[in-house]
């Protein structure tokens, strides 16, 4: 099981994730969330900064998406841009089957919190049918 995951500031962890990607959508989203503070009610999650990898090549974090893909059942997943960190994926990087996606943390939640824990990752090319 790879989630959820905690990670202390400048510690990593490669996930392991099977893509077979279809179609000619050339750029695709990764988007990775991460669990509330414990102390946590309401209101935006503390700042938290994350750099990623894609089979050992950096990803450009790029602007939040709520939903890369239509859904017709609108999933039960929180879609709080705070929660959020997101990164272009060009597709030539994904490689057919396996492909790591590593995660380091680079910034804690402000107020001392030393890490965050992962608890969503996914990848998506938005407009492909």
């Known amino acids: 099981m790879q989630m959820p995951h905690t990670l ?44 990623v990898e894609l089979n050992e090549m950096p990803l450009e974090p790029t602007c939040f998406v709520a939903a890369p893909l239509h859904d017709p059942y609108e999933a039960n997943l929180v879609v709080d841009p705070t929660r959020f960190s997101c990164f272009k994926v060009d597709r030539g990087a994904v490689l057919e089957g396996t492909n790591f996606i590593r995660v380091k943390l680079l910034q804690p939640a402000p107020g001392g919190a030393s890490k965050v824990v992962l608890d969503y990752l996914d990848v998506a090319w938005p407009g492909q049918s």
Request: glycine share 10%.
């Open 8 to 51: 202390r500031v400048g510690e990593s962890f490669t996930f392991k994730l099977s893509m077979y990607p279809r179609g000619k959508q050339p750029e695709g989203i990764l988007r990775v969330r991460v669990e509330p503070p414990e102390d946590y009610t309401t209101g935006p999650v503390p700042a938290w900064a994350a750099a």
